[in-house]
């Protein structure tokens, strides 16, 4: 069912820098709604200038709301929390145009904002140093203190949500900061800064710009200013950005590629388990680096549970994201659909079969967007690509084993250490694998593995550091000794 789409609501489509909206130079960039292929509006673009002077203000901030009353800046992130709670719909909105995913995942994305947010407000609290025993007419403390400016780089898989899950911390840290969106999808920052800036955010503290990203990730990385660099993103761009920060030896955060194995041992309970893998792999269309990409069912269940993953993944509706009853929406760019063409066409040509779906979406509704038919490969093996690159899209590829330490062995053959999933009854099974998987998140019976409260990061090529919980605040803190002597 066709329901009556909203139009792009009315918005700022600037550069943010100490306080103040202001054109770039470097013209503008169109903002492509990729369930019509639409263009939604055109957004400014800076140059390595701009960049510099934004890092300027949040240099220049940085005394300013370091040095505020703690309670006068808990107040302001909860107020932005709360004025994002206000938005809800408005934010939703914004995020479904240009990025495609449904408007119920867009809207509990912005509900993950507001706790995050409060949730970093209250961390802020909770910012303890230490006295450690000294001898006599000494003390020993160990204090906790902002890094400095950071510069931030976010995905556009997760629009909203990677950029207040980095800022959040940073502001209760005590940080100020510089913040560089995804080319595909600014219009969700601009509209949380417009948010920061209804908030009372002091001048200076967070700053948006918007541009070439290889020109301000190498501005970020060099900046003697910029103390610490957060990134979520690829592998390939990682690897990158850490070298060119390794000339100033900042602080870096990097969140990067996932290929998350999902282990489903004989005792699981199938129709529970599959209803958990189809929601999770279809989430925001499989673009997701905690998305199942590997799926391992032991041999005894192998084939009950392919006809009931078949059968739900029937089941499942792709469209434009604002029409009642979508599952899954576009996949982000046509980039996208051709790797995932690749891929199937490799597999397929080395035994793979496909049960449902492997082909683009093109007729009728579906002609000016980059949809992709729900899929499920079976016979997969490891001398097919699928089984070692991530596949950012609706692709489920499925692999049997017949013991644990063959699945173990199995899954953690891969470069990623991100997340990963295992389901079974048996806890004995269960402690064994979690210890072994060599992955930053493990997740059993369940695939929540990424809350406000809990750390989320990954090992190996997924990256480095956490965010979330009391480690994403400590990821934008220095730790200081200080040892003071009494004069008799």
Not at 64 to 81: D, P, Q, T
Not at 362 to 371: H, K, L, P, R, T
């Amino acid at each position: 069912m066709t329901t009556k789409r909203q139009t792009l609501p009315e918005m700022h489509t600037d550069l943010f820098i100490n306080g103040k909206w202001e054109k770039g130079s470097k013209g503008m960039r169109p903002v492509i709604n990729p369930a019509t292929g639409e263009t939604l509006t055109e957004v400014s673009r800076g140059d390595k200038a701009a960049f510099e002077r934004a890092i300027e203000a949040a240099k220049q901030a940085f005394p300013v709301w370091s040095g505020m009353e703690l309670r006068e800046r808990v107040k302001i992130l909860h107020r932005a929390a709360d004025l994002i709670e206000e938005n809800a719909d408005k934010l939703a909105l914004i995020m479904t145009l240009e990025q495609g995913k449904p408007l119920a995942e867009s809207k509990g994305e912005i509900q993950t904002n507001v706790d995050n947010l409060h949730w970093n407000a209250e961390e802020a609290r909770r910012i303890y140093g230490e006295t450690i025993p000294a001898p006599n007419n000494h003390k020993y403390e160990v204090r906790k203190q902002p890094v400095g400016v950071v510069g931030a780089i976010t995905p556009w898989n997760f629009p909203s949500n990677m950029i207040v899950r980095k800022i959040g911390p940073a502001l209760a840290a005590g940080c100020t900061v510089v913040l560089k969106p995804a080319g595909n999808t600014p219009l969700s920052a601009i509209a949380i800064f417009e948010i920061f800036e209804e908030a009372g955010l002091p001048a200076g503290v967070a700053n948006l710009v918007m541009g070439s990203a290889s020109e301000i990730g190498a501005t970020f990385a060099e900046s003697k200013d910029v103390r610490k660099l957060t990134f979520t993103g690829s592998t390939e761009v990682g690897h990158v950005l850490y070298e060119q920060s390794g000339k100033t030896l900042k602080k870096i955060s990097l969140e990067l590629g996932g290929h998350a194995p999902f282990i489903v041992f004989k005792d699981a309970p199938i129709s529970e388990t599959v209803d958990m893998l189809v929601k999770m792999k279809f989430r925001n269309n499989g673009q997701a680096c905690t998305s199942p990409n590997r799926i391992f069912v032991e041999k005894e269940i192998k084939e009950v549970f392919t006809k009931e993953l078949v059968a739900a993944v029937k089941k499942i509706k792709v469209g434009n994201g604002q029409d009642e009853g979508v599952v899954t929406g576009p996949l982000i760019n046509d980039e996208s659909r051709k790797t995932i063409d690749a891929q199937i066409k490799d597999a397929t040509e080395k035994g793979a079969e496909v049960l449902i779906g492997g082909g683009r979406l093109m007729e009728g509704e579906y002609a000016d967007g980059f949809f992709y038919e729900p899929t499920v490969l079976d016979h997969v093996t490891r001398d097919m690509t699928i089984f070692y690159e991530e596949t950012f899209g609706p692709v489920i590829p499925l692999l049997t084993f017949e013991s644990e330490d063959q699945v173990i062995e199995m899954a953690n053959d891969s470069d990623f250490g991100l997340a990963s999933y295992v389901f079974t009854k048996d806890l004995r099974v269960a402690e064994k694998v979690s210890n072994a998987l060599e992955y930053g998140l493990v997740a059993i019976n369940n695939v929540a593995v990424s809350n406000s409260e809990t750390p989320f990061g990954g090992m190996k090529f997924s990256g480095l550091g956490r965010e979330n919980g009391k480690q994403g605040v400590e990821e934008f803190m220095e730790t200081k000794f200080v040892n003071t002597s009494y004069f008799k």
